[in-house]
């Protein structure tokens, strides 16, 4: 299923108009999404280019982001957050048990590790 979105200046336009929304942040493996909650939905905000939903790096940056477009305040959803993560977390596992390489040895994979950091 594909995620509804918003842009910017559509929720800028929600927030000056006074409208009846509220907003959320989600933490997922790669950063923080929003999502605006409103009768229309709830739609993940999309980036600066409009192109994919917006993720940030840290809630402060969702927090200066949401002020820049008139929003000043936000829950932190953090249910929604560990529920992409199991999402995700469980795709990983399913993709590895997938795989059809051939198994690599314990010993072996340790081996590998063990180099990797000892080349840093």
Request: glycine share 4%; proline share 4%.
């Amino acid at each position: 299923m594909k995620t509804q979105t918003i842009a910017p200046d559509a929720l800028a336009k929600l927030a000056n108009l006074g409208s009846e929304f509220s907003v959320s942040a989600a933490s997922a493996p790669e950063g923080w999404v929003v999502y605006i909650h409103d009768d229309v939905g709830d739609r993940a905000l999309l980036d600066i280019e409009g192109k994919a939903a917006a993720v940030f790096d840290a809630l402060l940056a969702v927090e200066q982001r949401l002020q820049e477009l008139g929003v000043h305040s936000f829950a932190v959803d953090a249910e929604r957050g560990e529920r992409a993560y199991d999402e995700w977390l469980k795709a990983e596992v399913q993709q590895a048990i997938d795989d059809p390489s051939p198994m690599v040895p314990h010993e072996e994979a340790m081996r590998r590790i063990r180099a990797a950091i000892k080349a840093k």
